[in-house]
């Protein structure tokens, strides 16, 4: 009877390296290792993943960096405490469970709220036409309802908070909005748009949405970081109510 294994099977012809990686990360995520606990030797994961020796060495390159596992020289590697962690990458694993999508949609309320605030603050005139050029947009695509402008409602709300970010003047919280769109877009596209048919053409929605650019107009950070806070809070918890969202 064959030997079961940590580590899930790895598509070819993507990164090895990363693939190695993700392998190693979903293991960490399900359980299968757990903090403290230490990975097989560089020959096991080598056998393990049929790879090169060398593509093991980087994908533990990567593991270190993100600060997924510690290295102890001639010891081996380890599995990293979660609170030791002191990079910030967030994989694809991570959604495999619903509190853990959750956290991330809560990270974006933080996230918009403070942009929002700053934006308020730092906004160009130019910059404001612009955001309430898109503001509209989003008002007729949800005019139209979501049978027929579902796809063109949801890219106009995600470029209005693009805007408004960039508003900021920040790039860190760019970066930040941009790794949270891209995660969501990449690993929960189907449940972000079914959330939206459902809720987001709802009349409070949109008066939400209208709050936020009104106070960014009116140069109030603090209504801006409260109006942003409780449209996220809110379409967060829609999406975590839905009974079809897994």
């Known amino acids: 009877m064959p030997k079961p294994t940590l580590f899930g099977a790895i598509e070819r012809p993507r990164s090895l390296p990363d693939e190695v990686a993700q392998s190693v990360m979903s293991a960490i995520a399900t359980g299968a290792l757990k903090p403290g606990d230490k990975l097989p030797s560089e020959a096991e994961l080598s056998a393990n993943f049929n790879v090169a020796r060398t593509v093991v060495r980087e994908a533990i390159s990567l593991l270190k960096f993100d600060g997924v596992v510690d290295s102890r020289r001639g010891v081996g590697a380890f599995v990293a405490n979660r609170e030791e962690r002191t990079s910030f990458r967030i994989s694809p694993a991570c959604f495999e469970k619903r509190r853990e999508i959750i956290k991330l949609l809560q990270l974006r309320t933080s996230v918009q709220s403070g942009a929002a605030a700053l934006a ?24 139209k309802g979501p049978e027929d402008a579902l796809e063109e409602r949801v890219e106009a709300e995600l470029r209005l908070y693009r805007l408004i970010t960039a508003a900021s003047e920040n790039e860190y919280f760019c970066d930040v909005v941009n790794m949270i769109e891209a995660n969501i877009q990449n690993y929960l596209r189907s449940a972000f748009m079914k959330n ?38 809110n379409a967060s918890n829609s999406l975590a109510a839905r009974q079809d969202f897994a």
């Open 196 to 233: 939206a048919a459902a809720s987001e053409f709802e009349p409070g929605a949109i008066m939400e949405h209208k709050a936020v650019v009104a106070a960014i107009k009116n140069k109030a950070p603090e209504a801006a970081r409260a109006a942003t806070r409780t449209r996220f809070t």
């Open 120 to 143: 308020a603050e730092l906004r160009s005139d130019t910059q404001m036409e612009v955001i309430e050029a898109v503001l509209q947009e989003l008002l007729v695509a949800n005019a």
